[in-house]
């Protein structure tokens, strides 16, 4: 189960928020993930890792994952 909290705007500001994050963490932070042994194509965000994550919770968003 996974749950998503964003308080700082709407969908369209957080929708933009998840490309831009997205982005930055292809160009900056793929070095041990899925997106950098890969080495392009078509990426969704489960191949950008853990860095990508951090950098949502930077800004702002609240993502919470726990098992049933």
């Given amino acids: 189960m996974c749950s998503l909290k964003y308080t700082k705007g709407d969908a369209y500001i957080l929708t933009a928020l998840f490309i831009v994050e997205a982005g930055l963490t292809i160009l900056?932070?793929?070095k041990d993930s899925l997106a950098g042994k890969l080495k392009g194509g078509i990426l969704t965000p489960a191949c950008?890792?853990?860095?990508?994550?951090?950098r949502?919770?930077?800004a702002g968003v609240e993502v919470a994952t726990r098992f049933l």
């Fill in 28 to 30: 900056y932070d793929t």
């Fill in 56 to 58: 949502l919770d930077k």
């Fill in 48 to 54: 950008l890792g853990d860095a990508y994550l951090d």
